[in-house]
């Protein structure tokens, strides 16, 4: 048995337009932009959707929207959204990141929310 929950909304934009999707999405949600000092990859869109993360990611790809998924056992939920018709692309740290049907990227994260708001929001698996 584990819990997931949808975690994070990316805006994945291309490593020379990142700051100026970052500008432009912070004006457009009327959401402070906020760079994360520790992972200069990304800048959080502060409340730009209650509940969820929202971020500017900054990426060697096409521009994209993708989805975290946190989870308190990443290698649960992986076989969970596999089974679903996912495949891994890849491993980046602990973070698996999935193509779903249809083409959408999905990431699975460990839980990186506030340990009372997983423990609300979760949803249990078996």
């Not at 730009?48 to 990426?59: C, D, E, H, K, S």
């Not at 989805?67 to 089974?83: G, H, M, N, S």
């Not at 193509?99 to 423990?119: I, M, Q």
């Given at each position: 048995?584990h819990r997931?929950?949808?975690?994070?909304?990316?805006?994945?934009?291309?490593?020379?337009?990142?700051?100026?999707?970052a500008?432009f999405?912070?004006?457009a949600?009327?959401?402070?932009?906020?760079?994360?000092?520790?992972?200069?990859?990304?800048?959080?869109l502060?409340?730009?959707?209650?509940?969820?993360?929202?971020?500017?990611q900054?990426v060697?790809?096409?521009?994209r929207?993708?989805v975290?998924?946190?989870?308190?056992d990443?290698?649960?939920?992986t076989?969970?959204?596999?089974?679903?018709?996912?495949t891994?692309?890849?491993?980046?740290l602990?973070?698996r990141?999935?193509?779903?049907?249809?083409?959408?990227?999905?990431?699975?994260?460990?839980v990186h929310?506030d340990?009372?708001v997983?423990?609300?929001?979760?949803?249990i698996?078996?």
């Amino acid at each position: 048995m584990h819990r997931s929950r949808v975690y994070a909304i990316l805006i994945d934009a291309p490593e020379e337009e990142a700051a100026q999707a970052a500008a432009f999405w912070s004006a457009a949600l009327g959401a402070p932009a906020r760079p994360v000092p520790s992972e200069e990859q990304f800048t959080v869109l502060h409340e730009a959707i209650p509940g969820l993360v929202t971020a500017i990611q900054a990426v060697d790809d096409a521009p994209r929207f993708h989805v975290d998924i946190e989870t308190d056992d990443v290698e649960a939920e992986t076989a969970r959204l596999l089974d679903l018709g996912a495949t891994q692309v890849s491993q980046w740290l602990e973070c698996r990141v999935l193509r779903a049907p249809g083409g959408h990227l999905v990431c699975v994260v460990p839980v990186h929310s506030d340990p009372d708001v997983f423990a609300n929001e979760a949803r249990i698996w078996s």
